[in-house]
């Protein structure tokens, strides 16, 4: 008797059970989803009812919901497409169809979708594609901007490359093949596509990562195609060892009395770095293994000691970086060889940037110029003559530009604000007939045609005679 009532008991919450889930789940929910302008699937559609179930659509635009019995909205979405709802009647049982076409929000051509980022292992080429571009105009053109590696301690970076896309016969497709991925490190790629009307589309990004390479900075295996590191950068210069016999090159100006710090970190696995530091002559004056002196992942050595300060002249000084494994197997050769370098002043802080550009009387970049602030000495940061110099919160009332030769000098004042960049652009006037008579008038005493600048004083003894009229004759022989 008891068995009997236990099958009962059983049999009823089967029953209860299976009602339940009919009650939930009793009818289906299919149907397509596309384009009302291209009559094309959408895919990866969302489509929800207020009873919160959902699916997505796949490529075909094909959905199927399960749901329970009863009247709901059925809302779609999905980027470039206005919203779309309707009211569907699921009953028990069955399943309903419903037809979905979606309008574009705007006339603009569209781009599904880019490739994937991508790595690359040493080789140059690679494929680009923009898939199932639509557009209501027919399309003019799709282009891929592509800004490569660059020094990223760059104010202003290079020019991007622009390359057309070409349309695969047949399809909504287009791909491109760009063959000089050569540099190492991150390639930012954009896409966008332009109708016949003049209307662009959203741009879509990807990236391409060649991890085997020369990095931007080659080529830097001479001491004379060393660049400059800009002191205190928050940014650090990335290098590889893409070769055997690789070996960096970069410079800075010691100024008198002060130690700086090297800072070698994010050292990838095949990188032992060794430091040389040159001055001028080439006379090696210090060196250092960087993973003999590693703290919390970064490698840090500091030069010139206190000690070494009255032995240490001011000028441009030059540090080469070579590796110290060379026993590293062929296939590892350029691969995982990375490291970033910096060069700090440690009692400074770092609140704001002056950036400066000079140029000659022809507005062209004038190089082999030199500023001074506060005593101390930058050589210009980027190869256009161009200064990307960090400084401490506070108002230079005189930032001097010491030119190359036959130019006059420049003082200006410069705002260092916290966080910001302050702009000049420099404008040096060239030595000429002029500056020839004043020197001679001044040192005659018939000067009068006003205050006599200080910037005129060539040898710096704060008189300006001889010396001055002697070396602006030099400058009108040129």
């Known amino acids: 008797m008891n068995g009997l009532k236990y099958l009962m008991v059983i049999c009823l919450l089967m029953y209860m059970t299976l009602a339940n889930a009919d009650a939930y789940i ?44 009863g009247e709901y909205t059925l809302t779609v979405l999905t980027d470039n497409y206005e919203p779309y709802s309707v009211v569907v009647v699921v009953q028990r049982y069955q399943t309903i169809d419903v037809e979905i076409k979606l309008k ?34 027919d399309i003019e053109r799709i282009e891929a901007i592509i800004v490569c590696p660059q020094n990223p301690q760059k104010i202003e970076l290079d020019e991007p490359y622009v390359l057309p896309f070409k349309n695969i016969s047949g399809t909504n497709d287009y791909s491109l093949t760009y063959d000089n991925f050569e540099v190492s490190g991150t390639y930012q790629i954009s896409v966008v596509a332009t109708d016949t009307a003049g209307n662009t589309s959203i741009t879509l990004t990807t990236t391409i990562i060649q991890s085997i390479g020369p990095d931007a900075f080659e080529p830097d295996n001479l001491i004379d195609e060393a660049t400059v590191v800009i002191l205190n950068s ?19 100006y010691i100024n008198y009395q002060i130690t700086y710090t090297i800072e070698i970190s994010n050292m990838e696995k095949n990188a032992y770095p060794i430091i040389e530091v040159y001055d001028c002559n080439e006379t090696l004056q210090f060196t250092q293994t960087m993973r003999n002196c590693l703290v919390n992942g970064t490698a840090i050595a500091e030069w010139p000691s206190i000690k070494e300060w009255s032995s240490i002249a001011e000028g441009i000084y030059y540090i080469r970086i070579i590796n110290q494994d060379k026993n ?18 440690k009692s400074a802080t770092l609140p704001g940037l002056l950036y400066a550009k000079v140029y000659d009387e022809k507005n062209k970049p004038l190089k082999d110029t030199m500023i001074s602030i506060n005593d101390t000495k930058y050589v210009p940061t980027f190869p256009n003559g161009s200064y990307a110099i960090y400084l401490e919160y506070a108002n230079y009332s005189d930032v001097t530009v010491i030119p190359p030769l036959c130019y006059h000098r420049i003082s200006f004042p410069a705002i260092i604000n916290v966080l910001k960049k302050e702009e000049k652009n420099i404008h040096m006037k060239r030595i000429g007939l ?18 006599i600048s200080m910037n005129e004083d060539i040898n710096q003894d704060n008189i300006i005679g001889l010396h001055e009229v002697i070396y602006s004759l030099g400058c009108l022989e040129e």
């Open 104 to 137: 574009l929000r705007s006339i603009k051509p569209i781009i599904s979708s880019v490739s994937d980022p991508q790595t690359l292992l040493g080789e140059k080429t690679a494929s680009i594609f923009a898939n199932n571009v639509l557009s209501i105009n």
């Open 234 to 252: 928050p940014k650090a210069q990335k290098h590889t060892f893409h070769s055997i016999d690789d070996e960096d090159w970069i410079k800075f």
């Open 26 to 69: 009793s009818g289906k929910i299919t149907g397509k989803v596309t384009s009302e302008e291209f009559e094309t699937p959408v895919e990866n559609a969302i489509l929800k009812t207020n009873a919160g179930r959902s699916a997505i659509s796949f490529s075909d635009g094909t959905f199927i919901i399960d749901h329970e019995s």
């Open 434 to 451: 002029q500056d020839t008579i004043s020197a001679l008038q001044i040192m005659t005493g018939f000067y009068s045609t006003g205050e």
């Open 328 to 345: 590293i197997s062929e296939q590892d050769i350029g691969y995982n060889t990375g490291y970033d370098i910096r060069i700090i002043v």
